[in-house]
Antibody
């Protein structure tokens, strides 16, 4: 299971920080990458980035300058940091798991965390 | 980025019906195409991966086909639990991209 946690309200220009807790398995598995995806009414579902348990991360180009993902294997958690947020970053944020096979499907998702950017 | 276009955007059907949702990619994605089911407030659920492979635990009334740029998801003998939003996603290229979804509603 995956469970997102973090503040539901963030002020414009501040930093959004979300945690995803992995339960029922180890984040150190070589079979998976760990991902963040968001959903907005405007853009639909958008992949933000993926991270391996070693800390190697890949980000979508449009957010790359503002995004940092990290992992804490001792706590079986991974994290999303998004800087300088605006109203356009208001979204449901999902953490997920991407299989490392050729197919690269997202085979497990959290139920999502709504983050509103507003003063 | 590869654009994924789903149709229809919404669909009304009755229990027992058979429905088909289509997904078109803006370029060839081979069979790196996956389908998900999403209900409000719940985690999205993988139902089909690699264009036609049924995810473990998913009922066999879900079938899918396609390759290249044209894909289809068919649900036979609709059950009450099947009414949800379905979206496709390609993993052929980075960034992975998603369709806008098809909302399946009870008629």
């Amino acid at each position: 299971q995956l469970q997102e946690s973090g503040p539901g309200l963030v002020k414009p220009s501040e930093t959004l920080f979300l945690t995803c807790t992995v339960s029922g398995g180890s984040i150190r598995s070589s079979n998976y990458y760990w991902v963040w995806i968001r959903q907005t009414p405007t853009n639909g579902l958008e992949w933000i980035g993926s991270i391996y348990y070693t800390g190697t991360a890949y980000y979508t180009p449009s957010l790359k300058s503002r995004v940092t993902m990290s992992v804490d294997t001792s706590k079986n958690q991974f994290f999303l940091r998004l800087n300088s947020v605006t109203a356009a970053d208001t979204a449901h944020y999902y953490c997920g798991r991407r299989h490392s096979s050729t197919w690269a499907q997202f085979d497990l998702w959290g139920q999502g965390s709504l983050v509103i950017v507003s003063s | 980025d590869i654009q994924m276009t789903q149709s229809p955007s919404s669909l009304s059907a009755s229990v027992g019906d058979r429905v088909t949702v289509t997904c078109r990619a803006s370029q060839d994605v081979s069979t790196l195409l996956h389908w998900y089911q999403h209900k409000p407030g719940k985690a999205p659920k993988l139902i089909i991966y690699a264009a036609s492979r049924l995810q473990s635990g998913v009922p066999s009334r879900f079938t899918a086909s396609g390759s290249g740029t044209e894909f289809a998801l068919t649900i036979s003998n609709l059950q009450p639990d099947d009414f949800a939003t379905y979206f496709c996603q390609q993993s052929f290229d980075v960034p992975p991209t998603f369709g806008r979804g098809t909302k399946l509603e009870i008629k």
